[in-house]
Each structure stands twice: as C-alpha cells, then as structure tokens.
C-alpha cells in the first residue's frame, strides 16, 4: 500500500483504494487506482477481501454520517418516495 488516510474516523483506507490521486485521475482519464495495482478497483476487491472490508467499513461510516446531516438539514417532508440506490460487497 502506497500510504493511508482517514476516510472514516475508525478506518484506515489506502488512498488509492479510494481513487486517489485526483490530479492522476484527471489528468490521465484513468482512475489512480488502476496506475497503482493494474487492475481496476472492484476486481481487485474481489481478490481482497480483507482490503474489500476496509473499503465497506468506510463506506458504510460515510454514508451514516453524511445521511445524518442530509436528514437533519433538508426538508422531506414534501417527498411521497426516496430511494438511497447503493450498494455492498460484503
């Protein structure tokens, strides 16, 4: 692994497990990702599940936290149906 950030207080994650450099990613129209392993990311997960939990784990830690400030910060109350389309590998 190339280095490790704080995606979510509690998880570690390779930044390039996450895609990033930006400027890499932009610059190249590939994802960084790809340049570092080779492989594009969900496949590589695929291999890994170790690193395939880490990922879910700080997914799951984004999507509470930022789903929690939406639902405190927007008015639903207008909206007959809403739908979080996502998904896991695990």
């Not at 570092?36 to 170790?50: C, K, T, V, W």
């Not at 939406?70 to 590998?89: E, K, Q, R, V």
Request: charged share 15%.
């Amino acid at each position: 692994m190339v280095g490790r950030v704080q995606f979510d207080p509690l998880v570690p994650v390779d930044p390039y497990i996450l895609g990033l450099p930006l400027g890499l990613t932009v610059g190249t129209g590939t994802p960084a990702f790809e340049h570092a392993q080779g492989i594009q990311m969900f496949d590589y997960l695929s291999r890994h599940p170790e690193e395939t939990q880490i990922f879910a784990d700080g997914m799951r830690g984004h999507s509470v936290r930022t789903g929690a400030a939406l639902s405190d910060t927007y008015d639903f109350s207008s909206i007959g149906s809403l739908a979080d389309i996502g998904g896991a590998m695990d």
